[in-house]
């Protein structure tokens, strides 16, 4: 209703993280990497003119591999935020766990096409929103690069640190002022991920990066 076409709720419940962008646990053994995937995640449409000619433009500069999962498709597409949906006798912080890991790589791959752009971006300019939803509780949370957190601490492309932050809010769909309360959110969601204005974060993000990327840049 909202998006215009230019959004595509996408099902990744079986797409696996390139583990390039995956968090590592501090253990003090043998590394491991986190894969939890999360359930779906917004990308931004290949059936939209503007952004499957964008596509298209990104193919012929070799850099069309712009999101961090494995899928042969779907690492050509542009991702936004992501949603880990639970039924109601689930477990919260697990939920957490998957959406923070899927978000965190999020971030990390597109830091990594921000450096290969040659873009300077403020990293509070990157925060992304994802959710959680367990049951009729739908939770808001934030994630931004944070230049102070360790990375992978080798070398890789996933170094990088992510701070997944809780907004507070909590929504329920077992009211009528809760699913009223839902449709705004959701509403401004998607016009923050596709606004191209110096607020939004396709015109002060990531449309910048992609842009650059596409006209042949390299940083």
């Known amino acids: 209703m909202y998006g215009k076409g230019k959004w595509w709720l996408q099902n990744v419940q ?3 993280i390139n583990p390039d962008y995956l968090s590592i646990p501090i253990t003090g053994v043998k590394e491991k990497f986190i894969d939890r995937k999360t359930d ?3 990308s931004y449409s290949h059936r939209d003119a ?6 298209s433009r990104l193919a012929v500069a070799y850099h069309d591999e712009v999101s961090h999962v494995m899928d042969t498709f779907t690492k050509r597409t542009a991702l936004f935020s992501g949603l880990e949906i639970k039924p109601s006798y689930g477990i919260h912080t697990e939920a957490e766990l998957q959406m923070s890991i899927w978000i965190a790589a999020s971030l ?12 300077n971006i403020v990293l509070a300019a990157m925060a992304e929103p994802a959710l959680t939803i367990v049951g009729h509780e739908h939770c808001i949370y934030y994630a931004y690069p944070r230049s102070d957190l360790a990375g992978s ?11 997944v932050l809780a907004s507070g809010l909590v929504l329920r769909t077992d009211s009528v002022r809760g699913v009223f309360q839902l449709l705004q959110l959701y509403r401004n969601l998607l016009e923050y991920g596709m606004d191209k204005g110096d607020d939004g974060y396709w015109g002060r993000f990531l449309g910048r ?9 390299r940083g």
């Open 40 to 42: 779906y995640t917004l």
């Open 14 to 16: 079986s797409q696996s």
């Open 153 to 163: 601490g080798d070398g890789s492309r996933s170094e990088g640190g992510v701070h």
């Open 209 to 217: 990066v992609l842009e650059g990327l596409a006209s042949g840049r």
């Open 108 to 119: 990390r791959k597109k830091m990594e096409l921000a450096r290969t752009a040659g873009v």
């Open 50 to 55: 503007d952004i499957s000619s964008l596509y």
